[in-house]
Each structure stands twice: as structure tokens, then as C-alpha cells.
């Protein structure tokens, strides 16, 4: 039962996250992926659940209902593979930063690429190519944002 509660927890500030747009010239970014990143780090494959659900649930509110269930999926697999590559870094605690790191990278490289695919095949490549960058940048930002973070919560939570 506490998995269920924090699954449900973590859904929620992922939501929080993801309301915390951004304005941009072809949507808007937000922190969603940083507490994606941080729910991997602390709930293993489970953290699928608030990735996909809270990150969908964002979609809904914010009135784009098309990317509901791309967004489902994306995110949703972003949390698992980002948790699957922790997992198969744990105890090596030498190696924690640049593990966190490649699941990071890894995690938002599907972000990018699965909304890039998403997007081709709705509007085109073209208009698709322009949320590129973008994505790039909520990317970098939620890596840099749940590393660090990762880190004090755990010391916080001892």
C-alpha cells in the first residue's frame, strides 16, 4: 500500500510540475520531467505511474488534449527507463552522479524524440523540428534540477 501512496504523491507534484509552465513560441515548457527524474531515482519502475499519469493529467487541464495520450506513453516510459539504468547502478555509489546523469539523459531523450515522432506525424516534420530546441532546454533544466535534488532529499529523508 505505501507504493500506491507514493505513486499518488509523486502523480500529484509531477501535475504541480507540469502546471509550472513556461510560455514558449509553440507551447509552453515546464518542471514536470524534474519530478519525473526524481520519482525514478526514489520509486524504481513503479515511478511509470506518476510520469504518465500526472504529466497526462497536465495535459487535460491545460487544454491539450491530443498530447493526452502521447503524453501518457512518453513520460510514462521516460520514469521507467530513467529508473530501470539507476537500478542497475545500485550500490555503486562511485559512480552515482554520472549514473543519475545518463538516466537523465536517457530519460529526456525520449521525451524529445517520442514528441518529435508524435508531432511529425500530426503536423509535420517542419513544425515539429520547432519544438526541438525547447524540449531540449526543459530537458537540460529538469536534469539539472533533479540531480542536485535527488541528493538532498535523501540526506533530508535520514
Do not use: W
Not at 138 to 143: K, M
Amino acid at each position: 500500500m505505501r507504493i500506491v501512496a507514493e505513486c499518488g504523491i509523486l502523480a500529484a507534484l509531477v501535475f504541480i510540475g507540469t502546471e509550472l509552465r513556461i510560455p514558449t513560441a509553440l507551447g509552453f515548457m515546464n518542471l514536470g520531467d524534474g519530478v519525473i527524474l526524481i520519482a525514478s531515482y526514489f520509486l524504481g519502475p513503479y515511478a511509470f505511474f506518476p510520469a504518465a499519469i500526472g504529466s497526462a493529467l497536465g495535459d487535460l487541464i491545460a487544454g491539450y488534449p491530443v498530447y493526452i495520450a502521447p503524453t501518457f506513453v512518453i513520460k510514462g516510459l521516460m520514469g521507467l527507463a530513467a529508473s530501470l539504468i539507476m537500478a542497475r547502478s545500485a550500490g555503486k555509489k562511485a559512480l552515482g552522479i554520472l549514473i543519475r546523469i545518463a538516466a537523465g539523459i536517457a530519460a529526456e531523450l525520449i521525451m524529445v524524440s517520442g514528441y518529435f515522432a508524435f508531432e511529425a506525424l500530426m503536423y509535420g516534420v517542419e513544425a515539429a523540428s520547432g519544438s526541438v530546441l525547447f524540449n531540449l532546454i526543459q530537458a537540460g533544466v529538469a536534469i539539472l534540477l533533479a540531480i542536485p535534488l535527488t541528493y538532498a532529499i535523501r540526506i533530508k529523508s535520514r
